[in-house]
């Protein structure tokens, strides 16, 4: 029997029983979903065909990312990406948030997890979050407005823009394949597990927080007419979470911004009573009028699956987690490490509700039932507490490797100068002195705790060590710093071994 999400989350709805016989009440299959599924089918050809100019061409249009738009705010670097998300969002104004539906490669991910989920019998249970709802806000705070605001602060001038809107260096900002798959992986399909259909644009999408907002102020929006009867065929069947029955019924239209217009709702209503429109049909009195005409007040009750400490406690974990993953030894990329740090959060809360409630299930994982944990919930437990530890760890070697990298960017001396001895002829300042020692002490530490050589680290050692005029050590870690990137460090190996009057070395080495 068809589950009938709409009766599970809103009591006050009043849903017929539902039964395969009975098509007015059996759940219903959205005609929309193949023509979606065309459409971003269509997009990954147009990626495909992209990729592929620039390798036979070796130059092309920029990646029409809306990530790209960083550089043209920070660096003035007008690019396709940029002129991309401009033009989103504006449509997204007036049409509303159709283009995460109808574009978005990580929703078509998604989608795909959702149905194969679907296939073997697991509906993700979405997530109902106040808090981690507002970790999307942050990262586009973070990824652009702050630079901005940064430089604002610091008195800098905008570098004034320009053209990048073709490149010869198309591969510049995205990750290599081996983190792209991970990254979309986790992004498009454990998140959907854990969090539900959707749960990477609801709890992590930097994008789907300027589209949220822009589709707060658009005309483009699902409406009702007078035919609907309240049966909750709509929000049994959208995959972006949205109460639609309950919305159409409180505002005479869908109004929550996770809604991206894929027009699911629209294909399976019975009755017809949904469009999409820019205004409300005329002579079609709606349902939220009826409502209101009539002596019952409309609605509207919201639930959330964590209590509000709960929810602080999920906020903090999420941020500490992002922090400790984010670029941790060179690989998870901004949007990975969101995807991580809200997934902790998540598993965080349940780790306590393991402890304190008497039967607890994540999906379809029971990990207590009766108040005993059972053998799956131990694996849990054990696998949570590595995980968790794992965090904390890393959580150190990221505060020490930033530490190191704040220090030492403070000190101005040159490769060149330090290779000359001139540097260190000229003396350093009190304030540089102990700048020196801070970045030593913080690259050391992080050195030694971290798991995986990172090249940065080891840079930092290399150049900290000559300002200290502990060249033995410098080299050491020259060679380290070698073996993490011999491309990038072969160079500076070269030149140390030669600024010592070592050319046979050098030589040998070449
Ligand atoms: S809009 Fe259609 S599907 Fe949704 S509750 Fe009303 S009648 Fe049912
Ligand atoms: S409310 Fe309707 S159009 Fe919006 S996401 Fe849900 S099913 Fe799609």
């Known amino acids: 029997m068809p589950e009938n999400r709409a009766n599970e989350n809103h009591g006050e709805l009043p849903v017929l029983q539902p039964s395969e016989n009975d098509p007015k009440t059996a ?13 971003l089918i269509l997009v990954h050809v147009v990626i495909v065909l992209h990729i592929t100019h620039y390798l036979l061409r070796g130059r092309s249009l920029s990646p029409v990312e809306p990530s790209e738009a960083m550089y043209t705010l920070e660096l003035g670097y007008l690019n396709a ?10 449509s997204t104004i007036i049409f509303g948030r159709f283009f995460c539906g109808w574009g978005c490669h990580i929703v078509a991910l998604q989608d795909l997890s959702g149905y194969l989920l679907r296939r073997i019998g697991i509906r993700p249970k979405p997530l109902r ?3 981690l709802a507002l970790v999307p806000f942050a990262v586009a705070f973070y990824m652009f407005l702050w630079p901005t605001l940064l430089r604002l602060w610091r008195g800098e001038r905008h570098p004034g823009f320009t053209n990048h809107l073709l490149t010869e260096n198309f591969w510049q900002t995205f990750p290599g394949p081996f983190v792209s798959v991970l990254t979309l992986t986790i992004c498009g399909g454990l998140v959907v597990y854990l969090l539900g259909n959707k749960g990477f644009c609801t709890y992590a999408c930097p ?6 907002i822009s589709d707060r102020l658009a005309i483009g929006r699902i409406r009702v007419t007078d035919a609907c009867r309240q049966c909750g065929q709509c929000t049994a069947n959208c995959t972006s979470n949205v109460f639609v029955h309950a919305e159409v019924r409180d505002f005479g239209m869908v109004v929550d911004p996770g809604c991206m217009k894929c027009m699911d709702c629209v294909s399976v209503c019975p009755n017809d009573a949904l469009y999409f429109g820019l205004r409300q049909r005329t002579g079609s009195e709606n349902l939220s009028s009826t409502l209101q005409n009539s002596s019952e007040p ?10 509000i400490s709960e929810e602080l406690f999920g906020l903090l974990v999420a941020s500490v987690s992002v922090y400790a993953l984010r670029g941790l030894y060179d690989v998870p990329p901004l949007l990975l490490a969101i995807a991580l740090g809200v997934i902790t959060a998540y598993l965080a809360v349940q780790f306590f509700r393991i402890f304190r409630k008497r039967d607890l299930r994540i999906q379809n994982i029971q990990l207590k039932r009766k108040s005993r944990i059972t053998k799956i919930g131990r694996w849990a437990v054990f696998f949570l507490c590595a995980w968790f530890a794992f965090n904390v760890h890393s959580f150190f070697v990221q505060y020490h490797r930033n530490r190191g990298r704040e220090h030492l960017n403070r000190i101005t001396a040159t490769w060149d100068e330090l290779l000359e001895g001139q540097a260190l002829r000229e003396g ?3 304030e540089d002195r102990a700048n020196i020692n801070a970045a030593l002490k913080s690259f050391g530490y992080t050195d030694r705790i971290g798991i995986i050589d990172v090249l940065e680290v080891k840079l930092g050692l290399v150049f900290t060590n000559m300002m200290s005029n502990d060249l033995d050590a410098a080299e ?4 380290q710093a070698y073996s993490c990137d011999s491309s990038a ?3 500076m190996l070269l030149e140390f071994l030669v600024s010592q009057d070592r050319q046979e070395e050098a030589e040998e080495f070449l």
């Open 27 to 39: 759940l219903r299959k959205s005609g929309r979903g193949r023509i979606r599924a065309c459409v």
């Open 81 to 90: 990406g940029a002129i991309f998300f401009g033009l989103a969002i504006i």
């Open 129 to 131: 979050s106040r808090m």
């Open 207 to 212: 994008y789907g927080a300027f589209f949220s």
């Open 298 to 307: 409309p609605r509207r009750r919201k639930s959330y699956d964590f209590s």
């Open 428 to 430: 350093f300042t009190p």
């Open 476 to 479: 050491k870690y020259l060679r």
């Open 489 to 491: 460090v072969r160079e």
